[in-house]
């Protein structure tokens, strides 16, 4: 079993819907939760982090977080074009100093 | 603040090769990061750091070499490059270790032909 696994797409959702993304993670004991956006040939930039159970809002952007589940999910409200890209979730090791990627969803946005 | 910056930006090798890829922050991070990306790949840790002078394997080390002398700098050496190596390379640091995010450089896009 991978330590973070994501869906590789890709996810197609049209101009205004809601994208769901979603990641599992293997290490009951993880900490730290992250998403990144990757556009293509470019680096990875943090969109959100969520540390406790719950959701957590910023802007259109929503990450929810089930310890219990070992699940954490990004939904993208009101999708734009610019909204497509890969999104790599990635958790921190309970004590670590590394996080662990998964290798990312692709998501495109249709017109 | 320039953030993280990495040099260069594309480099072709030929197999057996050495090359320095640099790595600079000026954030005052204590913890940095080098990561490779192969293509419809996550990111694989390589090498980190904690601070001067203390430097740890991440998940495919081989191949590789780090060195951290000061804060600012993490330099990731290939001594004898390999097709295999070819990939692009992040370089990232952190303020206080994995709770808190990443910064990356912008990359190095590496050939070894």
């Known amino acids: 079993q991978k330590e973070v696994e994501q869906n590789s797409g890709p996810l197609s959702v049209p101009e205004g819907a809601i994208a769901s993304l979603n990641c599992t993670y293997s290490?009951?004991?993880?900490?730290?939760f992250f998403w990144y956006r990757q556009y293509s040939g470019k680096s990875p930039e943090l969109i959100m982090s969520?540390?406790?159970?719950g959701d957590k809002e910023d802007g259109r952007f929503t990450a929810q977080l089930n310890k219990a589940s070992q699940y954490v999910s990004l939904l993208i409200r009101d999708s734009q074009p610019s909204d497509s890209a890969t999104y790599l979730c990635?958790?921190?090791?309970?004590?670590?100093?590394?996080?662990?990627f998964g290798t990312g969803t692709q998501l495109k946005v249709e017109l | 603040n320039a953030g993280v910056t990495q040099t260069p930006k594309f480099r072709i090798l030929k197999i057996g090769q050495s090359m320095t890829l640099q790595c600079a922050q000026d954030?005052?991070?204590?913890?940095m990061y080098w990561y490779r990306q192969d293509p419809g790949m996550g990111l694989k840790l390589i090498y980190y750091?904690?601070?001067?002078?203390?430097?740890d394997k991440g998940e495919v080390p081989n191949g590789y070499n780090v060195s951290r002398s000061t804060t600012e700098d993490f330099p990731l050496r290939l001594e004898l490059a390999a097709p295999s190596q070819t990939s692009v390379y992040f370089c990232?640091?952190?303020?206080?270790?994995?709770?808190?995010?990443?910064?990356f450089g912008n990359g190095t896009r590496l050939t070894v032909t």
């Open positions: 990232a640091s952190s303020r206080t270790g994995s709770g808190s995010p990443l910064h």
């Open positions: 290490d009951r004991v993880s900490q730290s």
């Open positions: 969520i540390y406790s159970n």
């Open positions: 990635a958790v921190s090791p309970g004590g670590g100093n590394k996080l662990t």
């Open positions: 954030m005052n991070h204590n913890y």
């Open positions: 750091s904690v601070g001067a002078g203390i430097t």
